[in-house]
């Protein structure tokens, strides 16, 4: 990279910790420091609750995504603006009159102590370690492209982050996320300029989209009844919108953005901005992967994305094998070009073939010489268009975009881990009255606690195919589960706690044993959780025969 | 601090000028659908 863009990165992870910290002065109370003294407008609201979904993996693995399958991976936000409906008509009032800093905290309001342990500490296991995916997934393509080590990216990541979340609270975080938003986008938007002003000089708009839809990458609609199928209009419309109300329901990270805002209904207006514009945005991510496709169409596309595999495969033993490997890649990329400014479907499809047939071979020889099984290229894609086709300047835009995206949701998450650890266990069992500087104390050592544990994970965790789909997948063990308690807990006024309780357990039982005994798609696994937890809960609490009590909690 | 569930939600949220920016948001989703798959009819 070019002076210029380690400046323009540099100076943005600064100047990001820098404002984060600043934002410290209405902190040094734990509602200003957990809530933001509930003050935040809809807008900046709206903002931080897309930084905190929106992670670095979205614009590393969704684009690399597009680019090899194109558009499909769409179906899986279709759930998600009746998700923000259904929300905002139920459990955003519910969170904002219960006055509590936590989901978790209602759910003992609800039922019992026990189930509200159980369900915060289901999120902070599955954060925790979502978390160190969402800091590792991005660290380890960012390592191989700025030549760092992975241990080395994992902290430029994880401190910045640890920094300004623990001295500044949500206050920092939110307002960081406007501002990382803005970034994001605004880099998102200079790609696709760039893309399309490099695709413009050798074919018109219309042959480009030709060529993309002639491989398939236009179809987004799958409407398929099959549940072993992952991305169908089905999956998403009814699997994602059971994923989407659990994630933006029921997780803390996500609950605490909206529970900042100055009122119910700016609250709403935070959750129906990600509802109108999460599937633009995501086309926008979508596009710019199938973008980057046709532009490869008319220059010459690198054999592997990973530039370090790609060195070390040419100058290993594997060297002339590999050589030959790549004279075929060559001649494939050559014919394709040709058939592709020659509009000739039939040899395009041939030659883009042969292309795909030859990179799987070398990702083999990769798989191969690493010991690496799981190896993926995808993940190179975009970042490796950017360091080497992108202008000065861009280049350090679009990888402080990338670090924004990374440091938005890692920060999210670790204010939820922090403040579920803080007022859902310390708090709630141990030391129950003490003075808001001994809990915001508290509060930065474990931020300080869950970014190391984080950052851990993060250099012990593996490159495991696509990365959007390991972090939701993992989410899908647990989060169908935790939906359908909330959902027992707000719409039922006849399930117990007893009822709640066990439902959960037999809930996860249940995800786990589909998980791994059949081809159900995961998207489907959140359905499934939730409707058992439902029918296992009401059936427990009918058969029961106790009464459901509302409970009161003692004022902490 | 409440203790029990608040009914009202669902209905007053119905009534109020959000009922608007609901059924928006459910109309802006269907036309992004539609065009998608006239997008994936016009270049298959």
Same mark, same amino acid.
Not at chain 1, 263 to 273: K, N, P, V, Y
Not at chain 1, 275 to 292: C, D, F, N, R, S
Not at chain 1, 545 to 553: E, H, I, K, M, Y
């Given at each position: ?494 399930? @117990? #706690?007893?009822?709640?309780? +066990?439902?959960?357990?037999? =809930?996860? &039982? %249940? !995800?786990?044993? /589909?998980?791994?005994? @059949? #081809?159900?798609?995961?998207? +489907?696994?959140?359905?499934? =959780?939730? &409707? %058992? !937890?439902?029918? /296992? ?20 | ?44």
């Amino acid at each position: 990279m070019h002076a210029l863009d380690w400046f323009i990165l540099v100076a943005y992870i600064v100047w990001v910790v820098v404002d984060g910290v600043s934002r410290s002065k209405s902190t040094h109370e734990v509602e200003g420091y957990f809530l933001a003294n509930r003050s935040l407008p809809w807008w900046a609201v709206g903002l931080s609750v897309m930084a905190t979904q929106l992670s670095a993996i979205t614009l590393v693995g969704t684009t690399g995504q597009a680019y090899a399958t194109g558009l499909r991976f769409i179906q899986f936000y279709f759930g998600l603006p009746l998700a923000m409906i259904l929300l905002s008509l139920t459990v955003v009032p519910f969170f904002h009159r219960a006055r509590v800093y936590t989901a978790y905290e209602y759910l003992e309001r609800r039922f019992d102590a026990r189930t509200r342990a159980l369900a915060a500490l289901l999120f902070l296991l599955g954060r925790a370690f979502s978390l160190g995916v969402v800091i590792s997934a991005p660290a380890v393509v960012m390592s191989a492209i700025l030549g760092w080590t992975v241990p080395t990216t994992v902290f430029v990541i994880g401190l910045p982050t640890v920094v300004y979340t623990s001295v500044g609270g949500v206050q920092a975080v939110a307002w960081t996320d406007v501002k990382q938003m803005f970034v994001i986008v605004g880099g998102m938007l200079a790609a696709v300029a760039v893309l399309l002003f490099g695709i413009l000089e050798d074919v018109g708009f219309g042959q480009a989209l030709s060529l993309a839809g002639a491989t398939g990458r236009l179809s987004a609609l799958d409407f398929r009844l099959d549940l072993r199928e992952t991305y169908t209009f089905w999956s998403g419309m009814i699997g994602g919108l059971f994923l989407m109300l659990s994630y933006f329901g029921c997780d803390q990270s996500q609950v605490q953005r909206y529970l900042t805002a100055k009122s119910i209904d700016q609250a709403r207006h935070s959750l129906l901005m990600s509802g109108y514009v999460k599937i633009p945005l995501q086309l926008l991510v979508l596009g710019t992967g199938v973008l980057v496709f046709v532009f490869y169409v008319f220059q010459p596309p690198p054999m592997l994305f990973n530039q370090v595999h790609d060195g070390r495969i040419a100058a290993g033993p594997r060297a002339t094998e590999y050589a030959a490997l790549q004279g075929e890649f060559d001649a494939a990329v050559a014919d394709r070009r040709q058939a592709g400014a020659a509009s000739d479907e039939a040899a395009f499809l041939a030659s883009d073939a042969r292309m795909s047939d030859i990179r799987a071979r070398a990702v083999d020889i990769v798989k191969d010489a690493t010991g690496d099984a799981q190896f993926t290229d995808v993940n190179y894609v975009f970042p490796t268009f950017i360091t080497t086709r992108m202008p000065i300047g861009l280049v350090g835009l679009m990888i402080a975009a990338i670090f924004a995206a990374a440091m938005s949701t890692a920060a999210g998450e670790l204010s939820a881990l922090s403040t579920a650890t803080v007022i859902d266990f310390y708090r709630r069992h141990f030391v129950k009255k003490a003075a808001d500087s001994h809990y915001l104390n508290v509060s930065k050592l474990a931020t300080l606690f869950w970014g190391l544990f984080a950052c851990i994970v993060a250099m012990y965790a593996s490159n495991q195919g696509s990365l959007i789909e390991v972090v939701n997948r993992y989410g899908s063990f647990f989060y169908g589960s935790l939906l359908g308690v909330f959902i027992l807990a707000i719409l039922s006024k006849r399930a @117990t #706690a007893v009822g709640a309780f +066990w439902g959960l357990i037999a =809930g996860m &039982a %249940v !995800v786990l044993v /589909v998980a791994f005994t @059949t #081809a159900i798609a995961f998207l +489907w696994h959140n359905l499934i =959780g939730a &409707a %058992v !937890v439902v029918i /296992v809960g009401m059936g427990i609490s009918v058969a029961s025969g106790s009464q459901p009590q509302a409970r009161n909690l003692p004022n902490p | 601090m409440p203790s029990e569930h608040d009914p009202t939600a669902k209905t007053s949220a119905l009534e109020s000028p959000l009922a608007g920016l609901y059924v928006g948001t459910l109309v802006v989703e269907a036309v992004i659908i539609v065009l998608l798959w006239l997008l994936g009819r016009m270049y298959p």
